[in-house]
């Protein structure tokens, strides 16, 4: 980190406040702070080059731009920052824009999984392996009260449902939710209830299920970290999650053609995530490896709440 001359120089100036507030919680992409500020790009690239310059922010890839994150640490910076959102006048507006802009990238998701509702099955989508779904059934131990998160057209809930006492399937796609409806309903499965919501804020009461599954959906998440809390806060004491999801790539044409908002995950950043979370016994491994390229390989993480 620069000098805490430096530093104080830099923030200094409200309007880069205002970013190392929005940064506080969010990654975020020039294009969204302009929106959410109303400056130029010229002028919001240069505020993150300085902010870079001093170690406040850094920034990642994705695909042909890059989300920018706070690195504030330490008691002063974090003091300063709480009382600068109080005095900025602006900084309420900001947070607002910012839930505002962050919806967009959301319904930018969901208005793809609404538009392939019916038919996702139908066409390629990479980590959809039966040999990985079926490596994660035969960890399973029936009756249980199952939640299937980022259900889809909920194919996998349905039979899920056949070996669980009760299968709770979770999706944002009002339309996804709908078509698994209709589907249970022309099988006659009774014990699936298909609910619309957000993985990262799940319609389940607490200790309330028995297995947690995310199957192919977590990379869909803004925030992945959340939706396992999530997971974690809705188990029983001693009930399980399992993940099946894509070992991390560099398929960016992924984010655009199945909507994708992580290109998968290592094997210690799920780790990571599910400890952090509070989960222990964490196994992960890969499963399977798509033959054809871009050679997709799927990893398959189990985990218990204590």
């Known amino acids: 980190m620069a000098s805490i001359v430096k530093i104080l120089r830099v923030v200094a100036d409200p309007n880069r406040l205002r970013i190392l507030l929005l940064l506080r919680g969010e990654e975020l992409s020039v294009a969204e702070l302009q929106e959410i500020l109303t400056m130029g790009q010229s002028t919001i690239s240069t505020h993150l080059s300085q902010l870079r310059q001093a170690g406040l922010v850094e920034d990642r890839r994705t695909g042909k731009s890059s989300l920018y994150r706070s690195r504030v640490t330490g008691a002063f910076l974090d003091d300063l920052l709480t009382r600068a959102q109080a005095e900025i006048p602006e900084a309420q507006a900001d947070q607002a824009a910012m839930r505002r802009v962050l919806r967009k990238r959301q319904d930018k998701m969901r208005s793809f999984f609404d538009s392939v509702a019916g038919r996702l099955g139908k066409d390629y989508v990479p980590g959809k392996s039966w040999k990985s779904v079926a490596e994660a059934l035969l960890r399973l131990l029936p009756p249980l009260v199952i939640a299937d998160l980022g259900a889809g057209e909920g194919a996998f809930t349905l039979l899920l449902a056949q070996h669980a006492r009760q299968v709770i399937a979770v999706d944002t796609s009002a339309k996804m939710i709908e078509f698994g409806r209709e589907q249970a309903l022309r099988h006659a499965i009774a014990n699936v209830d298909f609910r619309l919501g957000d993985m990262e804020e799940l319609p389940i009461d607490s200790a309330s299920v028995d297995l947690v599954f995310f199957s192919q959906s977590l990379h869909h998440t803004l925030h992945p970290e959340r939706a396992v809390s999530e997971a974690c ?34 094997e210690s950043e799920l780790e990571s995530m599910l400890a952090k979370a509070g989960f222990t016994q964490i196994q992960i491994s890969v499963v399977h490896k798509d033959p054809e390229p871009p050679h997709f390989q799927t990893l398959l993480a189990v985990a218990h709440k204590p």
């Open 233 to 266: 806060r809705i188990l029983v004491p001693g009930g399980r999650i399992v993940v099946l999801d894509l070992v991390k790539h560099r398929f960016e044409e992924a984010r655009d053609l199945y909507a994708d908002e992580w290109l998968g995950f290592s």
